[in-house]
């Protein structure tokens, strides 16, 4: 737990966790991720001195929805100790492999619902919330362990607070979306997350399935996530698309919260607290965790409603601009659509694998949807 806290004391960009959060999410009975999972945690030590750690685990879900037998990495720390980084891959993989698995993919920390990859691009920017920084070094380790490149993915920066710079064609799409299609567009009820949330699952996972390495979320596992991210959600920035009483779309933007976090060195007590109110009337970007939108009523312009309802919250909150969540490198459609929007690729990440078995085959990751 206290590895990261050390590693990462000198550098600036890295944003610590709350260590009663990260507690929760490795805690195997509190985080219902094990309901479907098993892990094992590992520590490089050197002389009695912790350089380094690492997780493996499986996830059934992931192999019965992908149809595959990988086993997983992640949480990766290390000291640029190249003796170090190999033992704890080659731990991992030896766990795996006496487990069945075919090839060791990561990191994902715990799915690429979580946090996932390294950093190989942006170091100068701070992380946004839900999102790492990583030692530039890391790439260099991995790789030297026998990890090749299996996946990219980009984080891309937006602007909400120029209406000019987007083209009419959205707001007009938009704005038809309750004439022309009767769909209605509302903020989440933050006072009933726990039923909200498991709407924004359900369209979630129907919208990500296609995406390399997704894994659906399960309801209990939504409802934790709404216990976790009720504190930080902000009602302009949440949507639910609804038809007939049906679910059709939806759309979590979440404060940059990492803007508070920076203060508070991973405690809210004694007095971290106060500083969390203190830093939290100053965010000032967001992150678009995701949206998503159901296959059938994609054109209907849904998304576009809900781009403009962006730029509206932009009008009223001290937040005027953004990230998106991650976008796979093969996902040539959201990257065009990102550029044509006027984004900027700000971050990029990258994950890694390592076949296990003499004739397992190495990804050719398809493009997006194939």
Sequence with gaps: MEFPYRLYRNEPMWVPPLRFERKQV?????????????????????????????????????????????????????????????????????????????????????????????????????????????????????????????????????YVDDRDSVHPAIFQMADEVKTKFGIDVRPMNKRKLKDEIPKFIEVYNEAWARNWAFVPVEREEAVHYAKNLKPIMDKNWAYIAEK?????????????????????????????????????????????????????YQHAGVAAKMYALHYDAAERTPQSWGETGWILETNIPMNRAMEGMGGKIIRKYRMYEQLLEPDAQPQDPQPFGG
């Design 26 to 158: 490795l805690n195997r009975k509190k985080n219902p991720f094990f309901h479907h999972a098993e892990a094992e945690y590992f520590l490089a030590r050197r002389n009695g001195k912790v350089v380094g750690r690492l997780s493996a685990h499986i996830d059934r879900n992931l192999n019965d929805f992908q149809d595959n037998r990988w086993g997983l990495f992640g949480f990766f720390e290390c000291e640029d100790d190249q003796e170090a980084a190999t033992a704890l891959i080659t731990a991992a993989a030896d766990w795996l492999r006496e487990r069945g698995r075919d090839r060791v993919v990561g990191p994902m920390s715990f799915t690429t619902n979580d946090e996932c990859g390294i950093l190989i691009d942006g170091f100068d920017l701070p992380p946004s919330i839900l999102t790492d920084w990583t030692m530039p070094y890391y790439p260099g380790l991995l790789e030297g362990t026998g990890l090749k490149k299996v996946m990219d993915t980009y984080m891309w920066s937006l």
């Design 244 to 296: 007939d009483g049906e679910v059709v779309g939806a759309s979590l933007t979440l404060p940059d919260f990492n803007q508070v976090l920076a203060h508070l060195n991973g405690r809210l007590l004694p007095f971290g607290w106060l500083k969390a109110l203190w830093y939290q009337r100053k965010i000032d970007r967001v992150r678009v965790f995701a949206l998503g939108v159901r296959k059938e």
